[in-house]
């Protein structure tokens, strides 16, 4: 049923953090960026030399009119998520921001200052960083009715307003199960009769809705469940450029080992994946974006097709539920 299939490498994607700008392309004044909060932090980075970046400190309430008037640029990290490899563009550099608290008529302002001495150190972003207002001396703010901050069609932040216009691609309903699964033991898989299966229908194995849609930067992806989220889940696409060939050399891994975390393409015979995208989840729902100019450019042709499927893997056991074919000619854009 599947094509040269193998166990996820779990324990390289749970050390991610720490590895993963190992994986990513050096850069000069190239930083980490955590956000520290539940909530999405747009940003945007300014170059510039140190006493340029001081009178900026100095006088906060300009923070506010660079993020107004440069909106266009802004960027974001998920709740609770993380950005390796921000570029300063080789000098000392602010990353300025704000927070979009869901139902606050006013995002709170963070900042952070970046040199040569404090480049290699990760950075939080969150209450350590709010900027306090010189004229009020409280917190710096944005009015949240001034700012448009991104045009894309979803924003990943764990809410489900983005997704409502959008529909299904598929959708299994409580009544889907299928006939067999693939048992992983060590380096040995089976195919085994559904009911013989320990995991399924248990911490998200069984799909509910599945929603896609493209931008000309990202493909967004929408899984939910009718049962919770687990720490031992992933979601797994198995990509074929070509099926009348019977193999593919791509597989897409979504671990949801914690809140936030990296989407992976695993290329077959390699034994560390890419990060090509990252996700956020609540209970039931997960968001993805996949940045299309991090995929081979085999994956980004429209007859590319996949294979989707859920893992669980506990107490040494791994176990595979097949759900169908997509086809990315019919994610709508």
Known sequence: MFADKKIMKRRILGACFVLLILWMPVQLFAITIQNGEGAVFYYLVRSGSESDLKSLAANPEDIVQYLLANQESLSYIPPNGFEPNVDTGGKAAAVLGFFARPGDSRYPVSAIYVSAANAEAPFTVGASTLVTSRSTGGEL?????????????????????????????????????????????????????????????????????????????????????????????????????????????????????????????????????????????????????????????????????????????????????????????????
Request: glycine residues 6%; charged residues 20%; negative net charge.
């Open 141 to 333: 703010t944005v009015d949240s009715l001034a700012v448009y901050p991104s045009s894309e069609p979803v924003v990943i932040d764990n809410r489900y307003l983005d997704w409502l216009r959008i529909p299904d691609l598929a959708r299994f309903r409580d009544s889907y199960v299928p006939s067999t699964y693939v048992q992983v033991q060590n380096a040995s898989r089976r195919e085994l009769p559904i009911s013989d299966s320990l995991f399924w229908s248990t911490g998200g194995s069984q799909i509910d809705h599945f929603k896609a849609i493209r931008s000309d930067r990202y493909l967004y992806l929408l899984m939910s469940s009718t049962t919770e989220l687990s720490s031992g889940l992933s979601y797994i696409f198995y990509l074929y450029g070509d099926r009348r060939t019977g193999s593919g050399d791509y597989t897409i891994e979504i671990p949801v080992d914690r809140p936030s975390g990296i989407v992976a393409l695993w290329k077959k015979g390699s034994s560390t994946p890419e990060v090509v995208g990252d996700f956020v989840h609540s209970r039931y729902l997960l968001e993805a974006r996949i940045r299309l100019d991090s995929l081979p450019a085999v994956l980004n042709d429209t007859g590319v097709s996949a294979d989707l499927a859920t893992m669980i893997h506990d107490s040494g056991l791994t176990e595979e539920f097949y759900f169908g074919t997509l086809f990315v000619r019919n994610i709508p854009k």
